[in-house]
């Protein structure tokens, strides 16, 4: 049994991703911003997939759940603290939340809340949880086929980009860093891996975005689910998965090259040292 985080878990792809992983019995750490959401996906699961071991007693299934604002850097420490006390080891991470389209692009410390949320809170959490991840561990940071060239300069801005190309260079700048800590953390683990989990899957972005159903979000979440688990995910170093095609591919040309990434991650830090360091 592996414990797994699973950030934005309260629906669509998260959510389908924990179905899968609680149905093979795995202690499922479920990430929200709803307490409420939270507490009937945590019901629902154990409902369906805590099957009795023996007569009156329940099966291995664990189920915990952890709320935060991922938009907001109080919470986003207080997140990484509750998981540090709350779990020895940590087998696998998740960062699926994400933002698109927002009635609100601003977070409260004047950043573009799709670089908050897509770029920075999963960089936090693919860095600051390390110390409990084991050397066959897995970082599996959600991208998209939607990339474009990143403006380091923008990730600590004001929002000043249209929703497609600000969420667009969010999970390329997502893809790039996956990129850096495979190449950091190539010696001792873990794997880090940037996964596409299908164009236009039906989730709540999607049809928000495009207003489309979209497809079928099990193809996400299955693939999800692989890179988890899979041996053939094993002891990857950084490398992006387009399930468009179902195979490693190379991301947007402007992750390919180390200046782009090395300026991409002296930005982030730049941001970090300001508002997460502050918000402790």
Do not use: W
């Not at 164009?199 to 489309?212: C, D, N, R």
């Amino acid at each position: 049994m592996k414990t797994i985080l699973i950030t934005g878990a309260t629906d669509g792809l998260g959510l389908e991703t924990a179905k899968m992983l609680a149905q093979k019995g795995h202690h499922i750490l479920l990430h929200g911003r709803s307490a409420d959401k939270l507490h009937k996906v945590k019901q629902m699961l154990m409902d369906e997939y805590a099957k009795p071991e023996q007569e009156g007693q329940l099966g291995s299934l664990n189920v915990s759940t952890l709320c935060a604002d991922l938009s907001r850097f109080a919470d986003l420490r207080g997140l990484v603290n509750e998981i540090k006390s709350s779990v020895s080891q940590l087998d696998v991470i998740i960062n699926n939340a994400g933002v698109f389209v927002t009635s609100n692009p601003t977070t409260g410390e004047g950043l573009d809340v799709r670089f908050m949320v897509n770029t920075l809170s999963p960089y936090v959490l693919s860095t600051e949880l390390l110390s409990l991840m084991p050397e066959d561990g897995r970082v599996i940071n959600v991208s998209s086929a939607a990339q474009a060239p990143v403006d380091v300069n923008l990730v600590g801005a004001p929002p000043s980009l249209s929703d497609g190309l600000a969420y667009a260079q969010s999970k390329l700048a997502l893809t790039m860093f996956t990129q850096f800590l495979g190449e950091k953390y190539s010696e001792t683990g873990p794997s880090f891996i940037s996964v596409n989990p299908k164009s236009l899957l039906g989730s709540k972005m999607v049809k928000e975005a495009y207003g489309i159903a979209g497809g079928n979000l099990k193809e996400g979440a299955e693939i999800f689910v692989k890179a988890a688990l899979h041996d053939d995910f094993a002891k990857v170093k950084g490398a992006y998965f387009d399930n468009d095609a179902g195979r490693f591919a190379a991301p947007h040309g402007f992750a390919l090259s180390q200046d782009n990434r090395t300026a991409l991650i002296s930005s982030l830090h730049a941001v970090l040292d300001k508002h997460y360091v502050e918000a402790t």
